[in-house]
Nanobody
Framework: QVQLVESGGGLVQAGGSLRLSCAAS????????MGWYRQAPGKQRELVAV???????NYADSVKGRFTISRDSAKNTVYLRMNSLKPEDTAVYYC???????????????WGQGTQVTVSS
């Protein structure tokens, strides 16, 4: 029983900023990779940014230099700071986490409910 709860989405004008948060709760032994994906209308879901348990990060080319992913292990929380937002960033943003509920079990691929980010031009 693991849940991911997202917050921070909203409506901003082009050039503005938002900070998304995602907290994992429930039966958690460890969390490996955490990340953010997004899905725009009529488009497939795409990776935005990921961060490993050791702090290594990867970003989609479209957001490099504008978005920053970070995590707080003590709070089982991952963040996405989104700067210099563009209309093409408009999408539903989903939190994702690779979570082990026990020491020997296979990791679970967990998803949040999604939060809407709308950037007006």
């Amino acid at each position: 029983q693991v849940q991911l709860v997202e917050s921070g989405g909203g409506l901003v004008q082009a050039g503005g900023s938002l900070r998304l948060s995602c907290a994992a709760s429930g039966r958690i032994f460890s969390i490996n990779v955490m990340g953010w994906y997004r899905q725009a209308p009529g488009k497939q879901r795409e990776l935005v940014a990921v961060i490993s348990s050791g702090g290594s990060t990867n970003y989609a080319d479209s957001v490099k230099g504008r978005f920053t992913i970070s995590r707080d292990s003590a709070k089982n929380t991952v963040y996405l700071r989104m700067n210099s937002l563009k209309p093409e960033d408009t999408a539903v943003y989903y939190c994702n986490a690779d979570i082990r509920t026990t020491a020997v079990g296979s990791p679970l691929d967990c998803w949040g409910q999604g939060t809407q980010v709308t950037v007006s031009s």
